[in-house]
């Protein structure tokens, strides 16, 4: 009897220890995970906000496209430079719309200043 006893006394110690080892090693394994976790989470986050960053810089960048493909060709500078200064060819008349609620002066029939005269006026010569 006294042999069974040891023997029980044996196989509870196993037991226990290989529980105990199997508990310390998925401890180990979920801890690691959520470790894991963690990093995929932030790499993840980070790569969503360089997706957008990135989207941000295409379209900027297809406007840039945009905008030197206008510049490129001659009718192109012509619209930008009459629509940023103003600017009408000789023996053109400009039309200006105005907001009716807007109270205006009265209309003139002098005619629209040449580019000479505007470029003049603003570099003050």
Same mark, same amino acid.
């Given at each position: 009897?006294?042999?069974?006893?040891?023997?029980?006394?044996?196989?509870?110690?196993?037991?226990?220890?290989?529980?105990?080892?199997?508990?310390?090693?998925?401890?180990?394994?979920?801890?690691?995970?959520?470790?894991?976790?963690?990093?995929?989470?932030?790499?993840?986050?980070?790569?969503? $906000?360089?997706? %957008? #960053?990135?989207?941000? &810089?295409?379209?900027?960048?297809?406007?840039?496209?945009?905008? =030197? *493909?206008?510049?490129?060709?001659?009718?192109?500078?012509? $619209?930008?430079? %009459? #629509?940023?200064?103003? &600017?009408?060819?000789?023996?053109?008349?400009?039309?200006?719309? =105005? *907001?009716?609620?807007?109270?205006?002066?009265?209309?003139?029939?002098?005619?629209?200043?040449?580019?000479?005269?505007?470029?003049?006026?603003?570099?003050?010569?």
């Amino acid at each position: 009897m006294q042999g069974s006893g040891f023997q029980r006394l044996l196989v509870r110690i196993r037991w226990w220890g290989s529980s105990a080892a199997v508990a310390a090693f998925a401890f180990y394994i979920a801890y690691h995970a959520v470790g894991v976790h963690a990093v995929y989470t932030d790499a993840l986050s980070k790569r969503k $906000d360089a997706e %957008r #960053a990135m989207q941000a &810089l295409k379209s900027r960048h297809d406007a840039l496209t945009h905008k =030197v *493909d206008q510049l490129a060709t001659p009718r192109g500078v012509e $619209d930008v430079v %009459r #629509a940023k200064f103003e &600017l009408a060819k000789p023996g053109e008349v400009e039309y200006v719309l =105005v *907001d009716p609620a807007v109270s205006t002066p009265a209309p003139t029939n002098t005619p629209a200043p040449s580019a000479k005269e505007k470029i003049k006026s603003l570099l003050r010569i």
